[in-house]
């Protein structure tokens, strides 16, 4: 026998020009509803309501020879109960009453809010916080379980609440549903150097793969997440080895499944006005189809447009009589031809490379600039890294406390305007197809992409492109 009461979900068909909703099995028997039955059928807002009547006006049909209960419902009036959106069907059966309402996954769709607020999870210091502050949003909530990173965000978004744990200890009921979250997963999995192995802390063992690293879980922790807070758009920004990781495909089926439209793709800062290629996965859901990536606008500016004034820089130059070790260093390094020495920068450079985390604790491969006439060279300042990444000159950084601590913000952060275009993108986009913003300049590899199976075509995740539609 049935245990009641019963879920189950059902799609809405079509059958002579009218929309078709059909039950069958033995729950039904079980319910009471057997062949024969009369039954009557309430329509109302968003629920249809079966039940058992000795002089309803609909019967209880069957198959199999009587042996298998049919409920057939085939009317407009379906249509004028759920609409034209909605497609799937939950189906509560107790003993007695069937009540059709919109599949729980819909339902959790229809109450996404649109009240301009943000929040956001693994924040750091609040820079993808400041990138949706600046395309209009108003921040809610952070997650970061860094005590310097939290300190520095909330001196920066003091409107925010700040749950300053590690997401295992996130009371996710506490959590205010806002339009906007904002995800920067920890790359740490995914990064090109530096993984670490899971047990012994040591570099790790590359015949593992990225998600034997301790911080891999953390796309698990974002999909409860999501679940939770249920945000009508998501952004979320990664390392582009992020993109074809397993992580990447499983978030991306992930946010399909919950009723998203997702976009994805490696990005190049350069093709979108920025000067330093800090290329990042970009992972982008929206509630509603019609999401366009920023309009391509190559920098035309130089590093000339982002230094500090000569009369500030010039005490900054140090020579090969100051730091012979360094020299030396750079010497031994470009010898060997490995990469490890440092790319230098003048006026005219028309790229900077990336500026890494640990940047400030100058490192012997870290981006230099020379001197104009002299052989001389300088680490970049923190006012140009801040100008580069465009942080604004009021964000707090608590520099005078940790220099250290202010780069890591910015070297494993967003460049701000760059994601507020994406931001911004994805708060006012239209539905306009055939746009000239649809294909995003993207750099993950077409034949091993499910985002971008076939080059120069739009890089939006469908399930149905790859054989693997869910239903």
């Not at 820089?313 to 060997?336: G, I, M, N, R, V």
Request: charged share 20%.
């Amino acid at each position: 026998m049935t245990t009641f009461p019963r879920l189950s979900t059902t799609a809405i068909g079509q059958n002579k020009n009218a929309p078709r909703v059909w039950l069958e099995g033995q729950y039904l028997r079980d319910a009471g509803f057997n062949p024969g039955c009369h039954i009557q059928v309430e329509f109302s807002t968003d629920k249809i309501v079966i039940k058992l009547a000795a002089n309803g006006p609909r019967i209880v049909s069957s198959k199999k020879q009587g042996h298998v209960s049919v409920v057939d419902l085939n009317s407009s009036a379906i249509q004028t109960t759920f609409g034209t959106t909605v497609s799937k069907l939950q189906v509560h059966v107790s003993p007695n009453q069937i009540i059709l309402t919109p599949a729980h996954s819909l339902a959790l769709r229809a109450t996404r809010c649109k009240n301009g607020t943000e929040g956001s999870c693994f924040s750091g210091g609040g820079l993808l916080t400041e990138a949706a502050k600046q395309a209009g949003y108003t921040p809610a909530f952070a997650i970061e379980v860094d005590s310097g990173y939290s300190t520095i965000f909330e001196r920066n978004h003091p409107e925010a609440r700040m749950f300053n744990l590690s997401v295992e200890d996130i009371p996710l009921d506490a959590l205010p549903q806002v339009e906007l979250l904002t995800l920067g997963i920890p790359c740490q999995p995914w990064a090109l150097c530096r993984r670490r192995d899971v047990e012994t802390g040591n570099k790790r063992n590359r015949s593992l793969p990225p998600e034997a690293h301790p911080l891999s879980d953390m796309s698990i922790w974002a999909a409860l997440l999501i679940r939770q807070v249920n945000p009508a758009t998501i952004v979320i920004e990664e390392a582009p080895g992020y993109l074809n990781s397993s992580a990447g495909y499983m978030l991306r089926f992930f946010l399909q499944r919950a009723g998203y439209f997702v976009h994805g793709a490696v990005l190049d800062p350069t093709f979108y006005g920025e000067i330093t290629a800090r290329k990042r996965t970009v992972i982008v859901a929206t509630s509603e189809p019609g999401f366009q990536w920023p309009a391509i606008s190559p920098c035309t500016r130089t590093f000339a447009d982002f230094a500090d004034p000569p009369e500030i820089a010039e005490s900054q130059y140090f020579t090969p009589e100051q730091k012979p070790w360094l020299f030396k260093h750079w010497e031994t390094q470009t010898q060997k031809g490995n990469g490890f020495a440092p790319p230098q920068l003048s006026d005219q450079s028309t790229r900077v490379p990336v500026v890494r985390r640990r940047y400030f604790s100058q490192q012997g491969d870290g981006v230099v600039v020379k001197h104009p006439t002299r052989e001389a060279y300088r680490w970049l300042s923190l006012a140009e890294v801040r100008r580069i990444h465009t942080v604004p000159d009021t964000y707090l950084l608590d520099e005078e406390q940790s220099l250290t601590r202010a780069g890591e913000v910015i070297g494993q952060g967003v460049i701000i305007s760059f994601f507020q275009k994406i931001i911004s993108a994805a708060r006012h986009f239209t539905s306009t197809e055939g746009s000239a913003n649809t294909q995003p300049h993207d750099l993950s590899t077409p034949s091993s992409s499910a985002i971008d199976p076939a080059p120069n075509k739009p890089s939006n995740f469908n399930l149905d492109q790859m054989g693997l539609a869910f239903t």
